[in-house]
């Protein structure tokens, strides 16, 4: 069974950075597309950044530049730096894996992936 636990939200200040973390079992996270997706209060899922399998990574327009996302295969982990928050990050974020095998194919539709965890909370203040 899959099990993801997402952990490092916290509230912090505007220009501020936190790195996320989903630590995986019963399931590599190397071994499928896999992202990193949020919810605003009154908003819909959107997605934030993704890394396929082969490593390649994709970024929503509105994180370029700010967050990273990376994964350790032996720690089964993926991970989202992020940096120069602002309040409009704010918001429930997942780690969700691709609902389909795609070898090389990278996506942020959040219509494709699923999630198996809880989330964390992200508050940025200004």
């Keep these: 069974q899959v099990r993801m636990v997402e952990s490092g939200g916290a509230?912090?200040?505007?220009?501020g950075s936190l790195r996320l973390s989903c630590a995986v079992s019963g399931y590599t996270v190397s071994g499928n597309l896999?992202?990193?997706?949020?919810?605003g209060p009154g908003k819909e899922?959107?997605?934030?950044?993704?890394?396929?399998?082969?490593?390649?990574?994709?970024?929503?327009d509105f994180v370029k530049g700010r967050f990273t996302i990376s994964r350790d295969s032996a720690k089964n982990t993926l991970y989202?730096?992020?940096?120069?928050?602002?309040?409009?990050?704010?918001?429930?974020?997942?780690?969700?894996?691709?609902?389909?095998?795609?070898?090389?194919?990278?996506?942020?539709?959040h219509?494709?992936?699923v999630d198996w965890?809880?989330?964390t909370q992200v508050t940025v203040s200004s």
Aim: proline share 3%; with cysteine.
């Design 111 to 113: 219509r494709d992936f």
């Design 34 to 39: 896999m992202g990193w997706f949020r919810q």
């Design 80 to 109: 989202l730096q992020m940096s120069s928050l602002q309040p409009e990050d704010t918001a429930m974020y997942y780690c969700e894996i691709y609902k389909f095998n795609a070898p090389s194919y990278i996506t942020l539709d």
């Design 45 to 60: 899922r959107e997605g934030v950044a993704a890394i396929a399998r082969d490593g390649r990574t994709d970024y929503a």
């Design 11 to 15: 509230s912090v200040q505007a220009g």
């Design 117 to 119: 965890g809880q989330g």
